[in-house]
C-alpha cells in the first residue's frame, strides 16, 4: 500500500489507501465510457478508459466512424501504478471539471492521425441505474453500480485527415461510469469449467431528444425473465428531472445478425400517464471491440504491456455481423412527432425464446451460402503463399480438429463448421459467376467467413474447447486466409 493524491480526501470508506479496493477480486474495475454524435448522424465516437486494480493495469481507447463506413481508433494500455487520479493512458486522457456537469476528454497527437480537446456538457441528471447482480453457481459474474447520464459536446475532433469543430446544438451523446466486478482480463481461469450453453441478452439505449432523454436498459434470460431492468425519462436542464419506468421491446432482427432492424420498438411505461413508444431506424453499427470490449489481445484489463499505444481501422462493409455480437447501433429514433438520435447497444448470445434463436450463434433467418459450380478454373482460387493450399483446405482443417468436444455442446462447432465451409462455398459460387465483380463480391463474403470463424477460435479458447497453442495456430491461419483473399479481390478489381 502507499499513500496517494486521493488519501487527502475526506472521501475514504475502507480502512485502507486508497490504491487498495475492499475485494481481492481479479474482476473489480472501474471505468469511464463516453459517446458522441453529429445530429446526423455522420459521424460517431466512442471512448473507454479503465482501471483494474487486481490486475495492475489502465487502458483506454478513442474510436471514431466516419459515414457509416469506416472505423479508426487508438487504443493504449499501462501499468496502473499508485495514483488512482492520474486519468492518462498514452495519448487519451480524461479530466473531471465539474462532476457530473463538465469533463473533458483529450487525445494527443500519435501516428494513427485521431486526436481530439472535447468538453462534455451534461443535459439531463445523472441516473444511477438499478444494481447490476448476475449469479453464476451463486457466484457474482457482474456485481456493479453504473451510472449514465446524457450530454453535448463542444471542441475539436480530428481523424483520417478530417477536421470536425463541435458544438452544444449539433453534437450530443452520453457517457456512464460503473464500477465493480465484471469479467475483465480475459477469461477467469478459476474453477470448474461450464456446464450449461452461454446466454446473455444485453440492450442499453440513451436517447437524444429536442426537449427531452430516454434511457432504456433491459437484460434478460433465454426464458424472457429479467435480471435487470430500468427505464427514465428526463427532462434537459435548466428544469432538469426524471420520471422512473417499466421498460419493455419488440425487437426486430436483421437477416443473417443478431442485430436489430429498422421497425424495432422500445417502450418505456410511466407509473401514470401515457406509454412512450420509441421507433429505431438504425443507420450502421459501431464496433464494441473498437474500445477493448471482447478483443482478444486488447481487451479491458488485459496486459498488453508497461506503455503500448496501438492503432487502426476496420472496414464496416467487411466486418461480418455474426462476428461481432456487440455493437452499439447509432439510429435516428422516432416518439410520436418526436424526432431524436441515440444508439441501441445490443448483445444477443446463445438462445432467446421470444425471438426464434435456439442456438449459441444461429443468425436471424440464417441460411447457409450454397455451393455452385462454375466456370472459372480451379487455378483462379486464391491460395497462401506460405501454405500453398485455397481456403477451402484451411476450413476442412478447422472442422476436422480434434480440440473440440466430441458432443459439440453450445452449438459452437456447428457453427463453427457452417462459416468456415462458408469461405469454400462462397468461392466456388464466385467462380460461377461471370464477371470479376461478382467473383470479388463473393470473395468479400468469404473474407467475412474467415474473420466469423477468427471470433468463434477466440470464443472456443475462451470457453477452454481449445489451448491456448491450437487457439494462436489456426487464429493465425484464418489471418493469412483473409490476407490472401484480400489480395485476390483487389488483383480482380484491378483487372477490372
Not at 483494474?52 to 483506454?60: I, K, Q, T
Not at 486526436?115 to 447482480?133: G, I, K, Q, Y
Not at 484480400?486 to 483487372?495: Q, T
Request: hydrophobic share 35%; aromatic share 12%; proline share 5%.
Amino acid at each position: 500500500m502507499a499513500v496517494t493524491p486521493a488519501d487527502e480526501y475526506l472521501i475514504h470508506q475502507t480502512p485502507y489507501t486508497f490504491d487498495r479496493v475492499a475485494t481481492s477480486d481479479r474482476n473489480f474495475y472501474d471505468r469511464y465510457f463516453f459517446n458522441g454524435y453529429r445530429r446526423d448522424g455522420d459521424v460517431y465516437f466512442a471512448v473507454a478508459m479503465g482501471v483494474y486494480p487486481n490486475l495492475g493495469v489502465m487502458d483506454a481507447a478513442f474510436s471514431v466512424v466516419q459515414g457509416g463506413r469506416l472505423q479508426y481508433y487508438v487504443r493504449a494500455s499501462r501499468f496502473l501504478g499508485d495514483d488512482r487520479m492520474d486519468t492518462r493512458v498514452g495519448p487519451i486522457s480524461v479530466q473531471i471539471v465539474e462532476p457530473f456537469r463538465k469533463i473533458r476528454v483529450k487525445v494527443a497527437k500519435n501516428k494513427w492521425g485521431i486526436t481530439a480537446d472535447l468538453v462534455f456538457d451534461a443535459r439531463s441528471l445523472p441516473n444511477e441505474e438499478p444494481h447490476f447482480l448476475r449469479l453464476a453457481r451463486n457466484v457474482p459474474v457482474m456485481d456493479y453500480t453504473r451510472i449514465t447520464q446524457h450530454g453535448s459536446w463542444s471542441g475539436k475532433l480530428s481523424c483520417n485527415g478530417v477536421s470536425y469543430d463541435l458544438s452544444q446544438d449539433t453534437w450530443w451523446g452520453s457517457r456512464d461510469h460503473s464500477w465493480g466486478i465484471r469479467n475483465v482480463g480475459g477469461r477467469d481461469p478459476r474453477g470448474a469449467p461450464a456446464t450449461e450453453m452461454p446466454q446473455f441478452f444485453w440492450n442499453w439505449a440513451p436517447l437524444n431528444f429536442e426537449d427531452m432523454c430516454t434511457l432504456f436498459t433491459v437484460s434478460e434470460y433465454s426464458d424472457g425473465t429479467r435480471w435487470h431492468e430500468s427505464g427514465v425519462i428526463l427532462k434537459p436542464y435548466p428544469n432538469a428531472s426524471e420520471e422512473l419506468t417499466r421498460a419493455d421491446h419488440s425487437l426486430k432482427f436483421a437477416k443473417g445478425t443478431r442485430w436489430i432492424d429498422s421497425g424495432s420498438v422500445i417502450s418505456l411505461i410511466p407509473a401514470k400517464g401515457k406509454q412512450l413508444d420509441i421507433e429505431f431506424k438504425p443507420l450502421y453499427s459501431f464496433l464494441m471491440k473498437g474500445i477493448g470490449y471482447g478483443d482478444p489481445k486488447w481487451g479491458h484489463g488485459m496486459w498488453v504491456g508497461p506503455d503500448e499505444v496501438d492503432g487502426g481501422m476496420y472496414d464496416l462493409a467487411l466486418e461480418p455481423p455474426m462476428a461481432n455480437l456487440h455493437v452499439q447501433q447509432i439510429s435516428e429514433v422516432t416518439a410520436g412527432r418526436k424526432k431524436g438520435i441515440g444508439i441501441y447497444e445490443v448483445i444477443v448470445m446463445g438462445t432467446l425464446a421470444k425471438y426464434g434463436f435456439k442456438e449459441l450463434m444461429d443468425p436471424a433467418f440464417g441460411q447457409g451460402s450454397r455451393c455452385r459450380t462454375g466456370g472459372r478454373s480451379r487455378a483462379e482460387l486464391p491460395r497462401t503463399e506460405s501454405h500453398a493450399e485455397s481456403p477451402c483446405a484451411y476450413a476442412g482443417r478447422v472442422r476436422s480438429h480434434e480440440d473440440f468436444p466430441e458432443d459439440e455442446r453450445f452449438g459452437l462447432t456447428r457453427q463453427l463448421r457452417r462459416a468456415s465451409a462458408s469461405i469454400g462455398y462462397n468461392i466456388a459460387e464466385g467462380c460461377g459467376r461471370d464477371t470479376d465483380a461478382d467473383f470479388a463480391r463473393f470473395l468479400q463474403i468469404a473474407m467475412g467467413s474467415a474473420s466469423e470463424v477468427e471470433y468463434e477460435l477466440w470464443l472456443a479458447k475462451d470457453l477452454g474447447y481449445l489451448s491456448v497453442a491450437s487457439h494462436d495456430r489456426l487464429a493465425e491461419q484464418a489471418i493469412e486466409v483473409r490476407k490472401m483473399l484480400r489480395a485476390f479481390i483487389d488483383r480482380l478489381r484491378h483487372r477490372s
